[in-house]
């Protein structure tokens, strides 16, 4: 049998069109128009005003904090379970990160032992949805309303979800979106920046190209960054774009099968179908061991790769990263439900790529491998 990897992207529509004509237009860097109908179409439909891009998901979380002009030492609230580009900011522009455990079931920060670490210090709340299901918005907000505080909602993870019928990405100040090849839409790599807000929006354009100024070309007023989109990955995600609902039909065609086949036991979690009213995406479809499987990640994810199926480890817990334990944070500070999905989390085949074919050969090693590992 044939490997089976954990993500193959999918190109079914204008994507080789479009780059075509923008190789016979001669602009194939960041000067396009394919960049500027990207970015208008994308922010329509995300629901915000202004759309910018970037060279990646991580990039745009970085310029997205940038552009809050938040003072060095301010406090910044992330969850401990989330993906190391979420804090690089924070530290690379001396903040100070403060961790919030998620909840054991959706994998998500858990919003009601936030409030507990808000003080006078506090000035953003960087919000990661995680793995195809939302974080509990509405109350997330209504803190930070009441506390003056940023939300940078992180959705790179869920776009095309719907949180009380709109889309997620749109309820941040400023929010964040990744196009990496895992992603619903992909562009190879890139990223993109949404707002309401044109201050935040203008900025973001300055920090992303050198902070050039209108004024004097090569003259600057503050250090940005090197990282332009170009007009060939802007076909690309135009052409994603405009296919997106059949890539969020058959995400969730594949999470729908594995909840139904994959059989059902007691000694590991399947994904919440739904949370806050809002349908599971299956960004990934992931499953966290318990009970008897509890501490046999690494011997079945070994088996399964054996048998050519590909399998990832769940998101390291940040209090445990040793590149942030080396430099003074987060020691001794323990998050049991970051710590424990970590530990015992992975998932499997469930990109948009992956045939039916593969998905029925997946499910039936899964359920083999699992049941004799009881």
């Known amino acids: ?40 179409n994308f922010a ?6 202004y759309a910018i891009s970037v060279s990646n998901g991580t990039v745009a979380l970085q310029i997205a904090y940038d552009s809050l002009g938040l003072k060095k030492d301010s406090e910044v609230i992330l969850p401990a379970f989330t993906i190391i580009s979420c804090i690089m ?49 509405a109350s997330l907000r209504k803190i930070a309303k009441k506390k003056n505080i940023f939300i940078i909602e992180d959705a790179a993870e869920v776009l095309g979800l719907k949180y009380k019928n709109k889309q997620c990405g749109s309820f941040g100040d400023i929010s964040t979106f990744s196009f990496y090849a895992n992603k619903h839409i992909t562009t190879g790599e890139g990223g993109m920046i949404v707002t309401d807000n044109p201050k935040l929006a203008e900025k973001c354009r300055l920090y992303r190209n050198l902070y050039f100024n209108t004024e004097r070309r090569f003259k600057h007023y503050e250090l940005g960054w090197n990282s332009r989109f170009t007009n060939i ?67 079945i994810m070994k088996t399964l790769k054996e048998n050519n199926v590909d399998t990832r480890n769940f998101f390291y817990p940040l209090n445990k990263q ?19 999905i970590a530990e015992n989390g992975f998932y499997i085949p469930s990109g948009l790529g992956t045939t039916l074919s593969e998905q029925n050969k997946v499910i039936k090693i899964i359920n083999k491998t699992l049941t004799s590992e009881q």
């Open 89 to 137: 900011p924070v530290i690379r522009s001396g903040g100070k990160p403060i961790l919030v455990d998620v909840d054991r079931k959706t994998w998500n920060l858990d919003v009601k032992l936030l409030e507990k670490k808000i003080t006078s210090k506090t000035k953003c709340i960087i919000a990661p949805h995680m793995y195809g299901l939302p974080i509990d918005m």
């Open 1 to 40: 049998m044939k490997f089976i990897p954990v993500n193959r992207p999918l190109f079914i529509g204008n994507e080789s069109k479009y780059i075509m004509d923008c190789i016979k237009s001669g602009y194939v860097s960041s000067e396009g128009a394919y960049v500027k109908k990207f970015e208008k």
């Open 44 to 49: 329509q439909y995300i629901g915000k005003k």
């Open 322 to 340: 040793p590149a942030l334990n080396k430099i003074g944070l987060f020691k001794n500070e323990k998050y049991p439900n970051a710590e424990y």
């Open 233 to 299: 990955q802007a076909a690309v995600g135009l052409g994603q774009l405009e296919t997106i609902n059949k890539f969020i039909k058959k995400k969730r065609f594949i999470g729908k099968k594995y909840n139904k086949e994959i059989l059902d036991n007691k000694n590991f979690d399947k994904p919440l179908v739904t949370s806050f009213g809002s349908e599971n995406i299956y960004w990934v479809y992931g499953l966290v061991l318990k009970n008897k499987l509890k501490n046999k990640l690494k011997k």
